[in-house]
Every structure is written in C-alpha cells, then in structure tokens.
C-alpha cells in the first residue's frame, strides 16, 4: 500500500506569493491533517480535514487555509507569504479521523526568501 | 496554553543501555499519549500510544504514563545505534488535534 505523498518537497518563494501544497493520504484514508515544524516551535497543528470538512483549526493566521476533495487529496495555501512561513509541512492521513495511529507524509520544505 | 515539555537534549547512551526519556504535560484533561521518532531529514513516525496509567510494552520499547503527576515516559531498552533520532512528545484530548513537544535528541553510541 503506498504511503503518504506530498508535493512539492522542495520550494522556494519571495516574501508577499502564495503557494499551494498537495497531499496525498493513504488509499481509504479519510482524514488528513497539516502541521508545521520548525526548530523553533517543534510540531505545530494547523488543521484537519475530514470528508472534506475541516474539522479542527490550529492556532495560525487565516492566510493559512486548506480544502480537501472528494478523493481525500488535500491542498493546503498559503497567501501573503512571510519570512517566518519557512518551515516543514508535514501531512498526515488517519483511516476514519482523529489522531491516532497518523501516517506521514515526507514533507514539503518551503523556504521563503 | 496546552504544553508539552522534553528535555531537547541530546541524551547519550552507549549501545546495549537503556535511554529513558521523559515528558511532563500542561492540560489534566489529556487522555491520550504518543511516541513518536523522527530521524534526520525524515518524517515522524509513530512508536507506540499510551491511554492508561502503567506501562505499556512493545519489544523493546516501554511506554510509562502517570497522570497524577501529568509525567509519560519513553524506556529503550538494548539501545541500538540506529536508535539514534529525536524523540516527539504528543498528547490530547479525545477529538482534539495533538500538541507535540519540541522532542528529545537521542545519540546511542557504538
């Protein structure tokens, strides 16, 4: 069974873009959520999408946003881009919700210049 | 503010020894508790859940919690080199997204 797959891995942008990442969960997995790592913070939730309803919203400004379609893929934007975005974005896919037993994916390493 | 804490590290232990590592939590209400490994350049990857008061064992892996003293604990027993990694810290509540710790480094020499 293939695993969890983001893309891009890698991207670099300017401060003041947006960008768009995609997640891929598991097959029959319904539930992706997004987090951000950076050595400063550690792991930090920013939502949760469930049947294409975000369910959960971490504690991030609105120009992070996410939807989910109706085969689970999840896009994950970000607008108005700041130095502070660089980071790692991690999803994850969770079989029928919640947080347990969450499978991720390898990551998007965003750098914002 | 929910917090998780862990020592950053990192912690050294030779090859055969038993790494301990620790995490304290902010939130009483937490009902659930997470290892989980993340090597160098890699992404997490679950070890093991703790739900109850006690131990949990997984080969040679034991999972501690104490809620009373709001205190789970990771054992590695036989420490292996490729053992080596940072350690994540994550708990909450049912339905609630998880809170990480910022991890424990662990360094197992050979």
């Known amino acids: 069974k293939a695993g969890v797959t983001q893309t891009p891995r890698y991207l670099i942008k300017t401060r003041g873009q947006q960008v768009t990442l995609s997640c891929s969960p598991i097959?029959?997995?319904?539930?992706v959520s997004w987090y951000q790592q950076t050595p400063g913070q550690g792991l930090q939730f920013l939502f949760e999408?469930?049947?294409?309803?975000?369910?959960n919203k971490g504690n991030f400004p609105g120009r992070f946003s996410g939807r989910q379609f109706s085969n689970s893929r999840s896009e994950m934007n970000v607008s108005t881009l700041e130095l502070g975005d660089s980071a790692l974005y991690l999803c994850?896919?969770?079989?029928?919700?919640?947080?347990?037993?969450?499978?991720f994916g390898p990551g998007t390493r965003l750098t914002v210049l | 503010q929910k917090e998780v804490e862990q020592n950053s590290g990192p912690l050294s232990v030779p090859e055969g020894a038993i790494a301990s590592l620790n995490c304290t939590y902010s939130d009483r209400g937490s009902q659930s508790f997470f290892w989980y490994r993340q090597y160098s350049g890699k992404s997490p990857e679950l070890i093991m859940f703790i739900y109850s008061n006690g131990d949990k064992e997984d080969g040679r892996f034991t999972a501690q919690l104490n809620k009373a003293s709001q205190y789970v604990s990771l054992l590695i027993r036989d420490s292996q080199p490729s053992d080596s990694a940072t350690y994540l810290c994550a708990v909450n509540q049912a339905g609630t997204a998880l809170i990480f710790g910022k991890g424990t480094t662990l360094s197992v020499s050979s």
């Open positions: 999408y469930f049947s294409e309803t975000q369910r």
């Open positions: 994850a896919s969770n079989a029928n919700g919640g947080y347990n037993e969450q499978f």
């Open positions: 097959s029959g997995h319904r539930s």
